[in-house]
């Protein structure tokens, strides 16, 4: 990691920076989205999820915008990624990639497993 990187991510931080990659969402369809993108490997709950988006907000990686909700649930809050959350997400899965290259040249996993 060079001075430049963004700190790393938790799972839930990556799996959200990675559902709002999209386009703007409410907290439920962040939720949907990652447990469908994971293939129901990882479900965030309402406090994982807040916390999480709470934590991102404040690192400046993720912002809370206005939003017309189709359902016309006045309730919802809306999230969409910043340009920081893309830099951080790209610096997360780069330091990913390297342990899955290191994996495979001790063949902890095979060419195409990851």
Do not use: C, F, N
């Amino acid at each position: 990691m060079t001075t430049d990187d963004p700190p790393a991510l938790s799972t839930a931080g990556l799996h959200v920076l990675l559902a709002l990659g999209d386009g703007p969402r409410h907290g439920y369809a962040i939720m949907q989205a990652v447990a469908a993108e994971s293939a129901g490997t990882v479900q965030l709950g309402p406090t994982t999820l807040y916390r999480t988006l709470r934590t991102l907000h404040d690192a400046g990686l993720v912002s809370e915008i206005a939003h017309d909700d189709p359902a016309g649930d006045a309730r919802r809050r809306y999230y969409q990624i910043t340009d920081a959350g893309r830099r951080a997400a790209g610096a997360q899965l780069r330091r990913l990639q390297t342990l899955i290259d290191i994996a495979r040249t001790k063949r902890l996993i095979h060419p195409g497993l990851a």
